[in-house]
């Protein structure tokens, strides 16, 4: 029987990101997928006829450039097509916009507060400076600070020394940055409370945080990132939707001779004396591996895949503590025209970018509040995109696709499951909260998918539904991520490795857990890297 | 349901804050805004050679770039300064609070004078230069490159003070060049001809006042006039008829620029970079490293960086120097490396050309000290020049120079010359 | 006149532990004290005839040892035996209550054996961790860019001090440095009672809930405290915490120190980027060659220094620093002691906490942060006077608690909102004692409004800026100026606005008083 070089559990963007770089390192791969469809949260699925929804990930923001090229996306199809604007809606029948245009967003800025518009400059510079400092790192394995292992002690020193070429102000500033709320810190440099809420929305997506949360500040980098080494055009729509990024992924391991196996779900991994031998599928097929990738994450990987009796209670009791906790939904909705927003200018680039409601950091905060208390939003806070308006390959002519992101939302209702009732009162928050800004907007609505922690964890597999696979706090960062002592991909089962988004650096469609997981994978078998571009450098 | 229902959040209140800030909601159609004096650029402006200035669209040129230069040094040239970044700080302690804020000592900057300083963080980094304006006992206007009204605001925390953003709101020009004088009085403008070099007054126009000061940004005779911007145009086109004859030009910014460059001054982003704009910590500059440590008054009492600045000249902790250089040949260094000894590389040119008035290669070049400041030997500069898709390499001795590159008499002569 | 060294504004203990400390070597030291009274907030005052009470700070748990030692304390009758150690009673509504005995818990009762054991290996790690951190305590932040050789190998020691946990601890010590505090309880312990004690003494005297990351620093920074030479311990100071203050005060006193109250500072006078003395309300001058600001940063640098000597940055850190108290001080007189439920006799003289789970005190909070406060507050109580009868008439009973989450900057102002207030807080109380809203013979509630008022403490916040990892060690007060001195030569601080922050334990007070001697201030 037949042992592949490298089973991946999981066709997920990590996955096949890994699977990419290891089929071209010369392994022969396979990679395993539980739906009939790959892509894992980064897919494009016809819901309803001629509509293609990116009913997960809905936007393309931190897919590192490096592995674009390595694995040739656009030569595969991929285009993102960048946002044009962005705007919060004021509770006053006014917004505020984000322009691209340094100058136009100075203006914007200044019709709320003249000095807010001008401190812009002041607070860009700061973030820049924490995201030169960050950016390095996610394509970079974290070190054990445990270990004195050669290179441990290098990459601490690395760290040591980024640390110490700061400025004794600079050091002083990172610690603060990476201990403040988005809140506090966005107090110290803006007046208006519309403006905070614009910059804070970034601090709290995908997180189950609120912006007053301490640590939130640096979550805002993690969406900051992809804006900062030049990557010119990271931050778009996929034409496509978001299927297309991992649909050209998929394309790209085909080429380079890779085997997928859809509706393939995998019931556990084989171990035979410590070491993972393959897989066996739910029917009861075992496929061979000499060594089984998880793009799974942590939780679902060793508490439903992998047996107990094959970790040790340290290592179990860590995985156990991982904090994986759903904070958001989705609304994705197909509209039989574009919904007309009275306080945006019809030629507004705004149409052509992200869209949200929530006009003060209390609201956004109290959103929270719902949360932590076991409740969906009642208020809740939107990311809305049209893609539709830039690109007409979604909905047929004159239709529109709209995606909300919408948090928060619990991974159980008041301690118990979601209902379909519960469900629809969620989306029916989400509906009313646009229909305020936009009159006639339920009239619109072809069809609607509605996606809670609940539908989320079924389709896609991610734990309680969590979008990033674990939460992006101090204690599950860097080499804490996902756990103490396993932060580099392995785990303790010879030949299982990790490269989903609960490991380092983390979620987002961004795909560095998937390459940096393929370059642990291809150091231990003593193979050559030289596919894998290095990081860009920051100057 | 476990849910309670949603508040209303929408509240349509009128209000006329609200109004006028949804009146103004339109300006993303116009990314580059016109000046008050855009009428009268656009009529002239046969080359459509436009630029980005904080904003607003102006002029690298309007019809010819050689002849808009030869306008200041020859004739009068008509600048467009109303981009420029102003601020009103008036109250009975606007002179205690810009002296802790900028350099120089206000208490000696008189009402109706006009001082050329600059303003540092608690570090004593440069955050910008600017002129600042005395107009009144109690009454400021600060003209700067970049935008500071944070940090304005901030330092006016316990002054009995009010500090405004006015740009907008004040259209400026710059009249330079020999016959500026005489435009100015043949405008009408009666008493002009009291203004020594740095002073200030006011001026009868147009049902309004114009403030007129004998400044500038060229080294040559010259004079800049602030005007609300309702009034802007019938200025404009006071002084192009009075000039007439003396042949007044308007011009763009790549005249101006020789023209400060041969003056030997500065432009902050350009020449160094300001602190609140460096990202890199080793690109933020102390005073005393971009040539204008002449500014600190240690003995005027406390300002914004005094500790650090003094620590830094104290403990030699000042790296670089902001230099003139005089290169050999006709070639302009523009951006080249600078070399000790042709091979260890020493520092950087920032603006460079062959000056027309001097008839001299000049460059201002920041160099790593003790190169430029007690090392001034054997300094080379590497220039890179284009030739039909070749890079010409050439390796030319660079001497330190004094600045300005061009000393004109006309600049300060009293009363002003009649040319 | 006599001419001084040094002065000290502000005779908190702080102000007095770094005059004290100044004085033994030689300096005389002058403490100007606004107040009638010096002791600040860890004063013992009558609030009512015959009445009285801690008024702020009442519960003593992390007087430094080293300065306890320096001014040796324990000769000025300050001294501490493991029987005075105060029990935590964590209270529950409808059951028994759970206690941790001795120092912080060495023995818990009212617990199931489980939870028991559980809580022994928690108390155990949480005091190896804190016990890391301890050393930060009683020295300046370190200069992490411009590092002595001495301060390079104090922080090596800690380096060697986590290897020293074993590579497990240390990793998990590394995990959970900066957790919740409500995350890591779930994780190892069941018992909502405890877990919510544990999330209110994380939390108190800050502006977080037990769900918000860094919270458990607060345990730590508890626990990095010792009494009697015992890591959490408490006790009740006999004779309140003015007892406390009188015994440095004496110290101080005997090293030397002149003291002067009801004297108002109103300016530190400048002259060339130097402090060179005080001036105070009355017009008179006093000159000295080193001030020491014992009081809040703030105020010292807008109110005394003012911006015209001082940069437009620090202002604006100074501006920035977080100082809005939440907590709130009840002082009640009774006219016999009330009956806490499910409490035994040694328990009513704990440390009694109504605190009934995580999700409780997270509750609490969230009004909080919008400005409204807690209709169901969270609050430690103690009834000094069952082991120290002086404190009340015979038979009557004083109640000092503090309680959260009540927002210096309310909402509706404290004018309207505080009836409202005291009528919540009673109504919980109510419910553990019942009966206690009966026996009440006055009630003195002190919002942080009215701390600010009364000990000129701004926005009511006993650290003097709230000590939260952001505001911590090289943040302290403000970056760049963490190690007690400031721009100004010859001026330094000493309040718990420095490092390490508040509580009455006069750490700052005693590392400032080392900085100014290590610089021949």
């Known amino acids: 029987m037949k042992a592949w070089d490298a089973i991946i559990i999981g066709g997920g963007h990590n996955g096949l990101v890994n699977a990419c770089y290891l089929q071209r390192a010369g392994l022969d791969v396979l990679v395993v997928e539980k739906n009939d469809w790959v892509g894992g949260a980064a897919t494009s699925r016809e819901l309803t006829p001629g509509f293609l929804y990116s009913n997960c990930s809905y936007v393309c923001s931190l897919f590192r450039p490096e592995i674009m090229r390595d694995l040739e996306l656009p030569r595969f199809g991929l285009q993102v097509i960048s946002y044009e604007g962005g705007a919060v809606f004021t509770r006053d029948g006014d917004y505020l916009a984000n322009y691209r245009d340094h100058d136009a967003h100075r203006r914007e800025f200044a019709r709320f507060s003249k000095r807010d518009a001008e401190a812009y400059d002041g607070y860009a510079r700061d973030v820049t400076r924490q995201c030169r400092f960050i950016q390095p790192l ?52 803006f007046e208006t409370d519309v403006i905070k809420a614009n910059f804070a929305l970034s601090g709290i997506i995908g997180t189950a945080l609120g912006p007053m949360s301490p640590g939130t500040a640096y979550v805002l980098l993690h969406h900051y990132m992809g804006e900062v080494d030049g990557s010119v055009g990271a931050w778009g729509y996929a034409r496509g939707g978001m299927g297309a990024v991992t649909k050209a992924l998929a394309a790209s391991f085909k080429a380079s001779g890779g085997a997928i196996r859809t509706g393939a779900e995998v019931d556990h991994v ?56 759903g904070s958001s939904g989705k609304v994705n909705i197909a509209l039989d025209s574009l919904p007309e927003f009275p306080a945006l200018p019809k030629d507004s680039p705004v149409y052509r970018g992200d869209m949200h409601f929530t006009d003060s950091m209390e609201r956004m905060e109290r959103a929270y509040d719902d949360w932590k208390a076991g409740r969906w939003s009642s208020d809740p806070f939107l990311d809305m ?40 009162g969620f989306a029916e928050s989400v509906i009313a909260q646009i229909s305020e800004y936009s009159p006639g907007f339920r009239d619109r609505i072809v069809h609607m998918e509605v996606r809670t922690p609940r539908e989320i964890e079924a389709e896609v597999g991610l734990t309680e539904g969590n979008i990033f696979q674990g939460e992006l706090t101090f204690d599950q960062l860097l080499f804490n991520r996902p756990v103490p002592g396993y932060a580099q991909y392995r785990s303790p089962v010879g030949g299982l490795y990790m490269c989903g988004s609960s490991t380092h650096p983390g979620g987002g469609v961004m795909g560095a857990p998937g390459r940096n997981a393929a370059a642990e994978i291809l150091r231990d078998l003593a193979k050559s890297t030289s596919h894998m571009s290095p990081a860009h450098d920051v100057i | 349901m476990a849910q309670a229902t949603r508040k209303k959040p929408v509240a349509n209140t009128a209000n006329a804050a609200v109004s006028a800030r949804i009146v103004a909601q339109g300006h993303f159609r116009t990314l580059r805004l016109g000046t008050p004096f855009q009428p009268r650029l656009d009529a002239l402006a046969k080359t459509q050679d436009w630029y980005n200035w904080a904003g607003y669209r102006a002029p690298h040129s309007l019809w010819d770039e050689e002849l808009e230069y030869f306008a200041i040094r020859s004739q009068a040239a008509l600048f467009d300064i109303s981009p420029m970044t102003k601020y009103r700080i008036e109250g009975p302690d606007a002179e205690a609070l810009l002296n802790r804020v900028t350099l120089r000592d ?9 001082h050329y300083t600059a303003w540092c963080d608690d570090e004593g980094f440069v955050l910008d230069d600017g002129t600042l304006f005395r107009l009144s006992p109690t009454r400021f206007r600060l003209c700067s490159q970049e935008r500071h009204l944070p940090w304005l605001l901030d330092s006016a925390i316990g002054f009995d003070v009010i500090v405004q953003e006015e740009t907008e709101a004040v259209a400026g020009l710059a009249l330079q060049g020999p016959t500026s004088f005489a435009v100015l009085r043949d405008a009408g403008f009666a008493g002009v001809e009291k203004l020594k070099v740095f002073d200030l007054a006011d001026f009868p126009h147009d049902g309004g006042t114009v403030s007129i000061s004998r400044t500038g940004f060229t080294g040559d005779l010259g004079y800049e006039l602030f005007v609300p911007a309702d009034k802007s145009l019938s200025l404009w086109d006071r002084l192009m008829t009075a000039g007439e004859l003396r042949g007044i030009r308007a011009i763009g910014y790549t005249a101006l620029n020789r023209a400060r460059l041969e003056a030997g001054l500065i432009v902050a982003n350009a020449d160094f970079t300001t602190a609140e704009h460096a990202i890199r910590a080793d690109r933020l500059r102390r005073p005393d490293e971009i040539g204008l440590g002449f500014m600190i008054d240690p003995e005027k009492g406390h300002f914004n960086g005094r500790r650090a600045i003094l620590e830094a000249r104290a403990k030699r902790k000042l790296r670089h120097v902001l230099v003139g250089l005089e290169i050999e040949g006709n070639i302009p260094a523009e951006h080249a490396i600078v070399y000790y000894k042709k091979s260890q590389e020493v520092g950087l040119v920032s603006a460079a050309m062959w000056s027309p008035m001097a008839k001299r290669n000049i460059a201002i070049a920041s160099l790593e000290r003790p190169y430029g400041d007690t090392l001034v030997e054997d300094l080379w500069v590497e220039i890179y020049a284009m030739r039909e898709l070749q890079y010409q390499k050439l390796m030319k001795r660079a001497k330190v120079v004094a600045r300005p590159f061009i000393k004109l008499d006309r600049r300060t002569a009293n009363p002003p010359a009649d040319f | 006149m006599t001419s001084f060294d040094a002065i000290v504004i502000g005779g908190g203990h702080n102000g007095l532990v770094a005059a004290a400390t100044l004085a033994k070597t030689g300096r005389k030291v002058l403490v100007l004290e606004a107040a009638k009274d010096v002791g600040g907030a860890a004063r013992t005052e009558e609030f009512a005839p015959g009445f009285r009470v801690s008024s702020v700070a009442h519960v003593l748990n992390r007087l430094h040892p080293e300065m306890v030692r320096t001014l040796e304390l324990e000769k000025h009758g300050l001294q501490f035996a493991r029987t005075d150690f105060l029990p935590s009673v964590a209270l529950s509504r409808d059951g028994p209550a759970l206690m941790l005995h001795g120092a912080y818990g060495e023995v818990l009762t009212g617990a199931s054996s489980s939870e028991q054991s559980a809580w022994k290996e928690l108390r155990a790690q949480l005091l190896r961790y804190a016990g890391i951190l301890k050393p930060f305590l009683s ?70 809930g037990p769900r918000s990351p860094t919270s458990l620093l607060g345990l730590y920074y508890r626990l990095a405290g010792e009494t009697g030479g015992a890591a959490g311990a408490q006790v009740l100071p006999r004779g309140g915490m003015g007892a406390v203050v009188a015994a440095i005060r004496a110290a101080a006193e005997k090293a030397g120190v002149t003291i002067r109250t009801s004297v108002a500072v109103a300016k530190i006078i400048v002259e060339k980027g130097r402090a060179v003395g005080v001036a105070l309300d009355t017009g008179e001058e006093l000159r000295a060659r080193t001030i020491v600001s014992a009081i809040n940063p703030a105020t010292t640098f807008r109110d005394l220094v003012g911006p015209r000597e001082i940069d437009t940055g620090f202002v604006r850190k100074v501006k920035n620093i977080r100082m809005k108290g939440d907590a709130a001080k009840l002082n009640l007189a009774l006219d016999r002691p009330p009956q806490f439920g499910g409490v035994d006799a040694a328990g009513q003289k704990g440390r009694l906490v109504i605190a009934p789970s995580p999700d409780h005190v997270e509750r609490a909070f969230n009004p909080s942060k919008y400005g409204e406060f807690s209709p169901e507050p969270v609050m430690e109580i103690t009834l000094p006077s069952l082991a120290d009868p002086s404190l009340a008439p015979d038979g009557a009973c004083v109640l000092s608690a503090v309680v959260q989450y009540a927002p210096y900057a309310l909402k509706e102002g404290w004018d309207a909102g505080k009836p409202k207030f005291l009528r919540a807080v009673m109504a919980q109380l109510e419910a553990y004692a019942p009966g206690i809203g009966k026996s009440v013979v006055h009630a003195e509630l002190l919002t942080p409004a009215d701390i600010e008022t009364r000990y000129r403490m701004p926005g009511g916040h006993w650290h003097h800026g709230e000590l939260q990892a952001d505001q911590m060690l090289i943040s302290r007060p403000v970056s760049g100026w963490s190690g007690y001195d400031t721009p100004l030569e010859g001026l330094f601080l000493a309040s718990a606005g420095s490092h390490p922050g508040g509580g009455v334990s006069g750490a700052p007070g005693l590392n400032a008083a080392r900085r100014i001697i290590a610089m021949k201030g």
């Open chain 1, 138 to 189: 996610l394509m970079r394995t974290a070190p054990d600070p445990t270990s004195l292992k050669p290179r441990d002690l290098g990459e601490l020193l690395y760290l040591g020394k980024k640390f110490a070429g700061l400025s004794a102000e600079e050091m002083a500033l990172t610690l603060r940055f990476w201990t403040m709320s988005i809140s506090e810190f966005l107090d110290e440099y």
């Open chain 2, 106 to 114: 206000v208490t000696k900057l008189k009402p109706g004078r006009v």
């Open chain 1, 385 to 424: 995109v049209i893609p539709t308006t830039l690109d007409p390959t979604m909905a047929p002519p004159g239709k529109h696709f709209m995606s909300c992101f919408v948090q928060y939302a619990p991974p159980k209702v008041n301690g118990r499951d979601w209902t379909d009732a519960d469900r629809d």
């Open chain 1, 270 to 325: 084989l171990v035979s004396r410590g070491k993972a031998k393959g897989v066996v599928l739910a029917g009861g097929e075992e496929i061979y591996g000499k060594l089984v990738v998880s793009n799974a994450d942590v939780k679902r990987t060793f508490l439903k895949l992998v047996e107990e009796k094959e970790l040790p209670d340290i290592f179990l009791r860590r995985v156990k503590n991982f904090k994986i906790r």
């Open chain 3, 139 to 208: 020295r300046r932040a370190p200069d992490l860019a411009g590092m002595s050789l001495l301060e390079t190998a104090s922080l090596g020691q800690t380096a060697l001090a986590l290897k020293k946990l074993g590579k497990e601890d240390m990793r998990d010590f590394l995990r959970v440095l900066l957790m919740n505090v409500a995350d890591l309880l779930d994780e190892q312990l069941e018992d909502d009672r405890l877990k919510g004690l544990l999330a209110f003494d994380a939390t108190l005297g800050s502006h977080l």
